[in-house]
């Protein structure tokens, strides 16, 4: 007597479930989170060369120093741009793990002078590590300068940072966007879960 609607419920249910279902997998294709990149020291291993999320800007011998700069995200905005530079003894090639590094941030056209040290870890010594807030788009010269036993190097190279495209500003958004698909689903499944439990109460309580 009570099965129909039992049968009902579990075919909403199926049919509702889809929906959601597919809405999300619709939206997520349109709507796709931005890569998440490995935590600053990890290497890639295709190259080993790059840290993953970063390019490499130049290498440059300066004195008993080869410096490598690298720059996170790969092409430089407007904001805080992280930085990577690798030191090694030009003679032998070994990395030098207690050199003193510090790097500044200059900009062509308009902008104030940044700086801040660069500082590498226990965890990963090959990598002096460092952020810097690049204001305005245009070319920055980027200037490292290392000391060591070995005295003091110093080198110069450029970055260029884009304009903040719209692309760029609705990536947050987006992000934002796809948070809310699945918030919807999981809180869409569970209505429908409570909702059918509670039918299958509700007639249990009627035999």
Do not use: C
């Not at 409570?194 to 109460?201: E, H, I, M, Q």
């Amino acid at each position: 007597m009570y099965t129909k609607p039992v049968l009902v419920i579990h075919r909403r249910t199926r049919l509702a479930l889809g929906a959601l279902i597919g809405l999300a997998v619709v939206l997520a294709s349109f709507v796709s989170p931005s890569p998440l990149y490995a935590q600053d020291g990890a290497h890639d291993t295709q190259t080993d060369e790059a840290i993953v999320g970063y390019r490499i800007i130049g290498e440059d011998v300066a004195g008993a120093y080869t410096i490598q700069v690298q720059v996170s995200p790969v092409a430089p905005i407007p904001g805080i741009s992280r930085f990577a530079v690798r030191v090694r003894e030009t003679a032998s090639g070994e990395d030098i793990p207690d050199a003193i590094v510090r790097i500044f941030a200059t900009p062509s056209e308009k902008g104030e002078k940044q700086y801040s040290p660069a500082l590498n870890s226990p965890f990963d010594t090959v990598y002096y590590l460092a952020q810097l807030e690049v204001e305005h788009p245009g070319v920055w010269a980027i200037d490292v300068e290392v000391e060591s036993e070995l005295g003091t190097g110093a080198t110069v190279m450029s970055i260029l940072v884009a304009e903040r495209s719209r692309s760029a500003e609705s990536g947050a958004a987006g992000q934002a966007l796809f948070a809310l698909v699945a918030l919807s689903f999981v809180v869409g499944v569970s209505w429908i879960w409570y909702s059918s439990k509670k039918a299958l109460k509700r007639r249990d309580h009627q035999r």
